[in-house]
């Protein structure tokens, strides 16, 4: 049996390489979605032509979502626990997850290679300056999550259930979780998370989700681009 830790074949790392999203599954390709748009004349096609990307653009542009319903990917993602709660607020996602009732190995902890200043002017938003030099800053991260694993350890050998020991652990530890969407609510989610409002360690989970669709929904993607959103 292999670990739920190790990506899958097609993947993309992110965070340095200490995250990743890979896409385990999928449902589907353009054609189904504007086969699905035509399921009321009673005929579908087998292969997209032009007049199908301009029916898909269209749809996207009227916003007629529910034949983007029809296709779905289910993703394997491994990240830190913050990046996990900004994603599961997600509901039309469907997850699972590790559980540290069940399992105490493989804890890891997202250290980050370089540290943003806080934001001045927006509580939400972090600054990337170059003069700012977290080095030491980044060392003491990496004590305290080395000091939490050890207190996490000898709760254990002390007895203490995994489900309370589980709680000195770091935001930073990484966590991995299924999560599968369709593509309405895969496009919503690229929209809100691939945006600088959005915090600078999700966005590299959505930028790389793109990479992973991309090749399974060019058109999509085209109209995107043609819009001015980064599609690769
Ligand atoms: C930059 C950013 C900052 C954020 N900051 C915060 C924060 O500080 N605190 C915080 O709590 N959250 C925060 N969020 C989370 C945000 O409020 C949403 O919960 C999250 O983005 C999911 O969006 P969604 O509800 O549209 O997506 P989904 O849950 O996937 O839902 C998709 C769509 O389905 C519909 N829908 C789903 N569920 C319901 C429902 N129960 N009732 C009616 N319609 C529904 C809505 O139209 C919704 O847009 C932030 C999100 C972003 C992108």
Known sequence: MASLNCPPSNHVSVLDGQGWVGLVDH????IVIVNAARVSFGK??????????????????NKHTSPMEHLVFTFSVH????VRSQWHRHRTWSYNEISRRYTEIDLEFYLPVRLRRQADNNRQASVDDPAFDGTEIVAAMRGHHERS?????ELLARGVCREQARGVLPQNMMTTFWATVDLNNLLH?????????AQWEIRQYAVAIKKLVK???????????????DWG
């Open 27 to 30: 449902l589907g390709d353009e």
């Open 44 to 61: 579908i096609k087998q292969r997209m032509d032009a007049s199908d990307v301009q029916l898909l653009h269209y749809l996207l542009e």
């Open 79 to 82: 990240c830190p626990l913050f």
């Open 149 to 153: 694993l050890e207190l996490y350890n």
């Open 189 to 197: 989610f690229l929209e809100l998370r691939d945006s600088e409002h």
């Open 215 to 229: 090749p399974l929904i060019p058109n999509v993607a085209a109209y995107f681009a043609a819009r001015g959103q």
